[in-house]
T-cell receptor, first 116, second 115 residues
Framework: GDSVTQMEGPVTLSEEAFLTINCTYTATGYPSLFWYVQYPGEGLQLLLKATKADDKGSNKGFEATYRKETTSFHLEKGSVQVSDSAVYFCALSLNAGGTSYGKLTFGQGTILTVHP | GAVVSQHPSWVICKSGTSVKIECRSLDFQATTMFWYRQFPKQSLMLMATSNEGSKATYEQGVEKDKFLINHASLTLSTLTVTSAHPEDSSFYIC???????????FGQGTRLTVV
């Protein structure tokens, strides 16, 4: 079946450090890929997405590139801030049509803590 | 973005009792709602998909008689865990999608502990 694997956390960084959270997937079709973020006490929010191979999603300084050859969608940020502390989830969707992303398969989440 | 409110945020109940969790879309009409469950250190797993006015579609391995889902209006879906047992203790989270949305918006989640 379809699955998503994220690097295990927690990840602890100092402010302005470089961030990478690895994500790899297994899917039977051609998935769309997502990163969601959950800040303390809040719901999951879509951070960025990519719908086809070689697409790069970006938002708030975060980037991830859809790599079909390595089945990966690693999340990166050049300089993290304390406010980036949250739980990050990688996910995929195989909904047909490519325009409706309700049904998601998630990774286990990675807790990121950024210290001043 | 659209707002989805989930209530309660956490609940503790005794084994054998039932617990109802609400998921509301506050500023849009949710034609489809999704319910997920997350066990500690594991992925969020989709439990079921519900469309307004229709019976929910459950994922393989999810007991529909134990996890009752109702989506009676375009702004509210409920998940009732019936005869809860300690193994049902988990984090439950909903998401909601309207016809005009390309993505689903998530609630804050509910931490259920059964003692």
């Amino acid at each position: 079946g379809d699955s998503v694997t994220q690097m295990e956390g927690p990840v602890t960084l100092s402010e302005e450090a470089f961030l990478t959270i690895n994500c790899t997937y297994t899917a039977t079709g051609y998935p769309s890929l997502f990163w969601y973020v959950q800040y303390p006490g809040e719901g999951l929010q879509l951070l960025l997405k990519a719908t086809k191979a070689d697409d790069k999603g970006s938002n708030k300084g975060f980037e991830a590139t859809y790599r079909k050859e390595t089945t990966s969608f690693h999340l990166e940020k050049g300089s993290v801030q304390v406010s980036d502390s949250a739980v990050y989830f990688c996910a995929l969707s195989l909904n047909a049509g490519g325009t409706s992303y309700g049904k998601l398969t998630f990774g286990q989440g990675t807790i990121l803590t950024v210290h001043p | 973005g659209a707002v989805v409110s989930q209530h309660p945020s956490w609940v503790i109940c005794k084994s054998g009792t039932s617990v109802k969790i609400e998921c509301r879309s506050l500023d849009f009409q949710a034609t489809t709602m999704f319910w997920y469950r997350q066990f500690p250190k594991q992925s969020l797993m989709l439990m079921a998909t519900s469309n307004e006015g229709s019976k929910a579609t459950y994922e393989q391995g999810v007991e529909k008689d134990k996890f009752l889902i109702n989506h009676a209006s375009l702004t509210l879906s409920t998940l009732t865990v019936t005869s809860a047992h300690p193994e049902d203790s988990s984090f439950y989270i909903c998401s909601a999608k309207g016809t005009g949305n390309t993505e689903a918006f998530f609630g804050q989640g509910t931490r259920l502990t059964v003692v």
